[in-house]
């Protein structure tokens, strides 16, 4: 990186905006959107690396019980029984640790925090965002609460071990089990400041895209990918409060003696003082963030994913819109369904169909959205880069994921499938693979803008066609495994007759996990040699319409060398009949393309000149360059 | 190759929204605790609901922790207004008389947990009991943060950087303060009528 950055000041004179700092104001504590967007890329990426590595450890342990874990000793130390086996409590806190490290620290912080943390400003024509001290101290929590979890994995008693979803009682009680003594309360810490940092960070990503959007740029000329992460940044300002509040409820339980959550219990024959306590009062808590934080996960996955399609087929994206409504959609009715998780817990039938119907409504705009994929991908003059494929895929698996969460949101079909390999396998498939997808996808497309350089495309399809293949094989056969009614979270399948028979079949998933999880690191050794060998990027790789793409090819802080400038049309313009290019880039007016308007838009001509009049100060802006872009 | 397409203008973009984006980002950090709010309050009904739900008197001291932060809430209001007209002189009235009231509504309420314990309802036992502290207690910790804010005008004010010019802080730390103080009066209802 150091490389790169050094390059702007003697490649581009106009730069004045860069304020020149040392190493620790520019790549440390900086208030540079890009900066933080870099930082948050790379600490989920470390964490993606451990998160999967604990994927391909539990799978050894289901796909080939038998084998003689012994190598892994240097690693795991004591986790390795000396008889060569995994640990069955390590295992569970192995799941339970691949869970939130993926749901949290990757495709929430990861995620959200990277592509909205520079794409935002990026994309809607802003210096950076409304406050950069505020986005800095959104990473540093972020980082605090990495470290936490990260010693949670290091303590002797092992990381916390009760499920993503932490549970109580298990959880609320350190001597349920041992990974919920110390690694529970570690946990608990580390949420707490995850917690702060999403919302320093949602509140940031919802006030700049609502102040400082550039002149010409409402609300409908706003990329999808803008949408989403706006929509997405509300969606966690709602429900990471309620999280944070049944996280300290579980706190006083646990440290406190308070019975919230714990009522009428016996251990080893000794009754626990707690009474009146109620342990499903968690997880209509939890729940309440629980299923928001699904589409927190998901929603930017498929914003970068209509940009990247529309760009990428040429062609506006089919029914602008409808992708917007559909969203906010999504974001509405994401609230209103969380006790679908919670059929089997006792709750009232009458209240599980009400969710139910709730639940099933989603299918509407999930399917709005993916006809829209298609329609814009049919008859496109398809460019079949890296980031397209990737996209693509991720409308394959949100379709095959989504077919079966039609089946699992009925009642009394979950109540037969409920914590079974099938509910695994359709999340993974809708959720962490769509999601994954969405990311890489993002990295990819972006990646030109993030470092000015490119990524390898021959090794992103190696890379692609190994994941897409290889999380079907995963992901696929364990729809059966869970029809056959094997539960998640158990240690072994062979203890039980009735699943000895899916032996071979979880060996299979095994190798195609392992394969999956090794085929990463091509993607990893091409991110980081990218970054310091890869091919200049050129100013506009994709021959995309978005604002991004008009900054020099390492912007500096401030974006824009000169004024930022101004939006007058979508940013969908491609292959508009008449036009001299494929693309017309949001800052062209219309006045100058007469050839290829549409007769509505050549009434907008007569407010371009009010778009351009537009005044508002920026204090410390020098006026005396004209052009932007080199 | 985009370069030429740009569009040159002179002036630079204005802000979509007239509201100031501090002041916006304060508004969404007010949802945030609406939230937990509504969480807590929500998590007392549920539990309420599933019955073994410890009756106990409200402590009287929470009547007078009321029309504290009501009174607060005015003064406060009184320096803002005082504020806005330039008269520094009852500003910096308003602000002292608004933090002593904000601090004295510590004590009415660590009174009030005094006379709860008192009643023999304690934090750990019956959630009944957890609940009105962890409540009332949550609500205080958002409260200290107000305090500070209140402290932090009352110094500028006293510097004279209050004033008519300059009323972005003051009218953040009136909209929080107000915040709190209507915070309250509903936790106070609801706990009034659910207890």
Known sequence: MATAEAHIDSHDHHDHEHHKGNFITNYIFCTDHKVIAKQFLITGIFWAVIGGAFSAIFRMQLGFPDADLGWLEPLLGKWITPEGKLDPEFYLALVTMHGTIMVFFVLTAGLSGTFSNFLIPLQIGARDMASGFMNMLSYWFFFLSSVIMFISLLIETGPASGGWVVYPPLSALPQAMQGSGLGMTLWLVAMVFFIVSSLLGGINYITTIINLRTKGMSMWKLPLTIWAFFLTAIIGVLSFPVLFAAALLLVFDRSFGTSFYLSEIYIQGEALPNVGGSPILYQHLFWFLGHPEVYIVLLPALGITSEIISTNSRKPIFGYKAMVISMLGITVLSFIVWAHHMFVSGLNPFLGSIFMFLTLIIAIPSAVKVFNYLTTLWRGNIVFTPAMLFSIGLVSVFISGGVTGIALGNSAIDIQLHDTYFVVAHFHLVMGSASFFGMVAGVYHWFPKMFGRMMDAKLGYVHFWITFVGVYLVFFPMHYIGIAGFPRRYYSFTNFDAFSGFTDLNAFISTAAAITFVAQFIFLFNFIYSIFRGKKAPANPWRSNTLEWTTPRNPGHGNWPGEIPAVYRWPYDYSKPGAKEDFIPQTVPFSQTMESNLPHENDEIALEKEIEEMVVDETGEHLEHGHGAH | ?195
Request: hydrophobic share 50%.
């Open chain 2, 1 to 195: 190759m985009m370069a030429e397409n740009y569009q040159l203008v002179e002036k630079q973009p204005g802000r979509p929204l007239a509201m100031h984006p501090q002041k916006f980002a304060l508004w969404l950090f007010i949802v945030t605790v609406m939230m937990i709010f509504a969480a807590m309050t929500s998590a007392h009904i549920v539990r309420q609901a599933d019955g073994n739900w410890l009756e106990y008197e409200m402590p009287q001291m929470l009547i007078v922790s009321t029309v504290i932060i009501v009174v607060s809430s005015i003064f406060l209001h009184w320096g803002y207004i005082s504020a806005k007209r330039d008269n520094l002189g009852n500003l910096k009235i308003a602000m002292t008389l608004s933090v002593i009231t904000g601090l004295a509504f510590f004590g009415t309420q660590y009174t009030a947990w005094g006379q709860l314990v008192d009643a023999g309802v304690y934090f750990v036992g019956n959630p009944a009991g957890s609940f009105m502290y962890v409540i009332t207690g949550l609500h205080g910790l958002h409260l200290v943060s107000g305090v500070i804010y209140l402290i932090y005008i009352l110094i500028s004010s006293l510097r004279y950087k209050v004033h008519s010019k300059n009323m972005l802080n003051m009218e953040m730390c009136t909209t929080y303060w107000h915040f709190l103080g209507g915070l309250w009066i509903y936790l106070y209802i609801f706990l009034l009528l659910n207890h």
